[in-house]
């Protein structure tokens, strides 16, 4: 009898730690974000960033320790994409609410010829005045996309200038300066806005 009611306490001791056991993976697999754009986890995207914004301060992600930071690609006479993407940040900003102070939005320029930091300054700001623009010499910039695996390039148009082809999406990174999240520009506001909350809440 005695034997019995021992073996019985060990297996209700086994089923009462795997039951913890359990609890324990189960709360582990609900803190990790589950996003909306792409996960990109652990691909080191952005590392050793070093621009220049436009008030002439050198930047490295590291200045933006414990805020979720957005890095898109683009230049101040972009026609449609640049503009539109910029006012969807805003809107995303207006969304998270307070949380927006724990987030930097930098436009990385791939037009460092015609984009002064003075006209960086005026664009990014019309659009809201937290956001940054980022800029550098050619070889600055060529080496910031790269980190980031953006594709930009010339494209001559028919009145002798030129306009930029560009990667269009948005770079989500943690408060840890690690890249997250790798969402396209055609993603939507409330999605953004759920990717960097998830985000803020892990931190």
């Known amino acids: 009898m005695h034997s019995l009611f021992s073996a019985g306490r060990r297996l209700a001791l086994r089923l009462g730690a ?13 803190s990790k974000p589950v996003f909306k754009g792409s996960d990109i986890s652990g691909t080191q995207l952005g590392k050793g960033l070093e621009l220049v914004d436009f008030n002439g301060k050198t930047r490295h992600l590291s200045d ?15 026609p449609d994409v640049c503009p539109t993407s910029l006012a969807e940040l805003s809107d ?4 998270l609410g307070p949380d927006a102070d724990r987030v930097q939005v930098l436009l990385i320029t791939v037009d460092p010829e015609r984009d002064t930091p003075e006209i960086l300054r005026q ?20 080496k910031a996309a790269a980190s980031f695996k953006a594709y930009y390039a010339k494209s001559p148009t028919k009145d002798g200038g030129y306009t930029m082809d560009h990667t269009a999406a948005f770079y989500l990174l943690d ?9 396209n520009n055609t993603l939507g506001a409330d999605a953004l806005a759920h990717d960097i909350q998830a985000l803020l809440k892990a931190q």
């Open 123 to 142: 664009y990014v700001t019309a659009f809201d005045p937290r956001f940054l623009g980022l800029t550098g010499t050619a070889d600055q910039i060529k």
């Open 64 to 78: 933006f320790s414990g805020k979720v930071v957005v890095v898109f690609f683009g230049f101040t006479q972009c």
């Open 92 to 95: 995303v900003m207006q969304k």
């Open 175 to 183: 408060g840890k300066g690690e890249s997250r999240v790798l969402a």
């Open 18 to 30: 795997a039951t913890l056991v359990a609890a324990a993976l189960a709360a582990c697999g609900e």
